[in-house]
């Protein structure tokens, strides 16, 4: 449990609220430990203590955002480089959601989050990052005004939902599928009700969305029924608020 295999230390860390930089570095994430089933059976007896951990997020997350305004969710690749298009149509995207009347809310980090954040800033309007404690320490981009960061995924997750009245999601990797199915899920099962989802890019999700259509049937419909895939930011950010 500790620094992934042929990644360097960081040397910044931030775990939850607390800072540590340089030699004070260490090592593995509060997840990690959470999750881990290796070791002895003594972090058993500090549990009651993790659970009180973990109310403390819920309580810091809804002290934090409970006088947001309507606002949109925006995923996308935390590698996504400046200097490409996705990148451009991130900035575009926050600064029409501001346009619009919403909040915008991203994980934080660079890449498309750091874009949709920036278009948000440039149009004045509410930029909330939402971070999460990795061995990999990203921190909140500087286009972040409200930031909370969190030490376990779920506290996040419930954030990015709860928060926020439909998703965009822009070309990305594991975490924004992931985000992205959990929001269907909670469609499917009625979790959340009248939560638009917006696919951006068209090229990029061809792929998965035939693969729905082909494979799970079910899940195909349901993206249908709440799901859209867009080029546009217009039609992107007018669906997304639906």
């Known amino acids: 449990m500790g620094i992934p ?14 800072l540590r930089r340089r030699d004070q570095v260490q090592p593995g994430t509060t997840d990690q430990r959470l999750l881990d089933t290796e070791g002895d059976s003594e972090w058993v007896h500090t549990d009651p203590w993790r659970v009180m951990r973990i109310q403390s997020e819920f309580v810091e997350g809804f002290g934090a955002l409970a006088e947001l ?20 149509a991130g900035v575009r995207i926050g600064r029409a959601l501001v346009e619009a009347g919403f909040a915008v809310i991203t994980g934080g980090g660079p890449g498309a989050m750091e874009a ?22 990203q921190g909140l981009n500087q286009h972040v005004d409200i930031g909370v960061n969190f ?63 082909n494979s799970v049937a079910r899940a195909y419909a349901l993206m249908q029924a709440c799901g859209l895939v867009d080029d546009h930011v217009e039609g992107c950010v007018a669906r997304g608020g639906k």
């Open 69 to 88: 305004p309507s606002a949109i969710s925006v995923f996308g690749s935390a590698r996504t480089q400046p200097d490409s298009p996705e990148y451009e």
């Open 151 to 213: 030490r376990y995924f779920f506290v996040r997750k419930t954030m990015f939902v709860k928060y926020a009245q439909g998703f965009v999601v822009l070309p990305g990797g594991l975490g924004t599928l992931d985000e992205l199915f959990e929001a269907l899920t909670l469609v499917q099962t009625r979790k959340v009700t009248r939560f638009p989802i917006v696919l951006f890019g068209t090229e990029y999700w061809k792929g998965l969305v035939d693969w729905l259509r």
């Open 116 to 137: 949709a954040n920036k278009g948000a800033r440039e149009a004045k309007g509410v930029s909330v990052g939402l971070g999460i404690e990795l061995p990999f320490e």
């Open 5 to 18: 295999e042929g990644m360097a230390k960081p040397e910044e860390q931030r775990l939850g609220p607390v």
